[in-house]
T-cell receptor, first 113, second 113 residues
Framework: DQQVKQNSPSLSVQEGRISILNCDYTNSMFDYFLWYKKYPAEGPTFLISISSIKDKNEDGRFTVFLNKSAKHLSLHIVPSQPGDSAVYFCAASAQTGANNLFFGTGTRLTVIP | ETGVTQTPRHLVMGMTNKKSLKCEQHLGHNAMYWYKQSAKKPLELMFVYNFKEQTENNSVPSRFSPECPNSSHLFLHLHTLQPEDSALYLC????????????FGPGTRLLVL
């Protein structure tokens, strides 16, 4: 059973608007969360992370929000740019898990110029 | 070369062949990983090596045999694979295997005929 879920396989957003990508998890032991971005024919690239002691982490246009009670995290990209078009993966790990990252299936973001 | 490199990028093999995938990281990291990504499925962790020692084997069939001669190199030896083993195989590395961000290579796209 998947422990990390990204229920939206795709998302289209107009350039300049906000993109919101969502991720849900089931394992309450997860305490470290990451977002990766993947372009075709490349490996996933680390984007931003958040520890469970925080509920928000911001890096430039990218902000990750964590709602522990809902076991939900989201990635906000604002403003969205055409170069942000990629597949975004959410991942989670537990401190006891020897850095075993559990990934979602990804959301394909298309930013329309 | 920088980052994490993988060779070959594409591989087609028959079920009776023996082949090897190679991964090299130029980041000075101590932990390396093999992941498998099948179509429509999340990335699945296969093996973890920490300081050249295997610390995790996620119930991977014995037809996949990892080798880590040093902290910079990781191999995945393949033999008598099945068509369902066709997938994208990704290598990653991190500074240490405890909740560190993992950095991925571009992957090897494997097709088993």
């Amino acid at each position: 059973d998947q422990q990390v879920k990204q229920n939206s396989p795709s998302l289209s957003v107009q350039e300049g608007r906000i993109s919101i990508l969502n991720c849900d998890y089931t394992n309450s032991m997860f305490d470290y969360f990451l977002w990766y971005k993947k372009y075709p024919a490349e490996g996933p690239t680390f984007l931003i992370s958040i520890s469970s002691i925080k509920d928000k982490n911001e890096d430039g246009r990218f902000t990750v929000f964590l709602n522990k009670s809902a076991k939900h995290l989201s990635l906000h990209i604002v403003p969205s740019q055409p170069g942000d078009s990629a597949v975004y993966f959410c991942a989670a790990s537990a401190q006891t898990g020897a850095n075993n990252l559990f990934f979602g299936t990804g959301t394909r973001l298309t930013v329309i110029p | 070369e920088t980052g994490v490199t993988q060779t070959p990028r594409h591989l087609v093999m028959g079920m009776t062949n023996k082949k090897s995938l190679k991964c090299e990281q130029h980041l000075g990291h101590n932990a390396m990983y093999w992941y498998k990504q099948s179509a429509k499925k999340p990335l699945e962790l296969m093996f973890v090596y920490n300081f050249k020692e295997q610390t995790e084997n996620n119930s991977v069939p014995s037809r996949f045999s990892p080798e880590c001669p040093n902290s910079s190199h990781l191999f995945l030896h393949l033999h008598t694979l099945q068509p369902e083993d066709s997938a994208l195989y990704l290598c990653a590395s991190s500074q240490d295997p405890v909740q560190e961000t993992q950095y991925f290579g571009p992957g090897t796209r494997l097709l088993v005929l």
